[in-house]
């Protein structure tokens, strides 16, 4: 049987700025998972294990990248939940501070509407994906 390292090492992929990006099963919540002795596992904290040793108990595995989906133990750190959670906290901050949408259209007062969860989202968009919809069924 290989080892965890060999396995784990064979699953990834150099990605943009030096990630391992994870290959095989990636979970829902956006980590990837391996299997060890059996169980399921986050792949990213097998990982730091195996570079780094046991992460200390009580403390998460934070993503330096910023790329869940990525196990390279250099760019992984072990922080408190509170550091992850306020981390988490200015991602969602600076996306916050976005002028336009992903398609470039302006996030103003007339072109932005709150979803249920505080994100912003696009008017002009949802318009098109509504148009979108028309076409469709009515063609069906
Ligand atoms: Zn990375
Ligand atoms: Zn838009």
């Known amino acids: 049987m290989r080892s965890v390292a060999a396995r784990?090492?064979?699953k990834v992929r150099l990605g943009e700025g030096g990630c391992w990006e994870w290959t095989a099963h990636v979970k829902p919540n956006g980590y990837g998972q391996i299997k060890v002795g059996g169980?399921?596992?986050?792949?990213?904290r097998v990982a730091y294990e195996l570079a780094r040793g046991p992460i200390p108990e009580g403390l998460v595995i934070d993503h330096l990248c910023r790329r869940r989906?990525?196990?390279?133990?250099?760019h992984l750190e072990p922080v408190t939940q509170r550091t992850n959670v306020l981390r988490g906290a200015s991602a969602a901050a600076r996306r916050a501070r976005q002028t336009h949408c992903a398609r470039g259209h302006v996030f103003d007062a007339a072109n932005t509407y709150l979803a249920r969860n505080n994100t912003r989202h696009c008017r002009a968009c949802a318009r098109t994906r509504t148009r979108r919809r028309g076409?469709?069924?009515a063609s069906a």
């Open 69 to 74: 989906h990525c196990v390279n133990p250099s």
């Open 135 to 137: 076409v469709s069924c």
């Open 39 to 44: 169980r399921p596992q986050y792949a990213h």
């Open 8 to 10: 784990l090492l064979s």
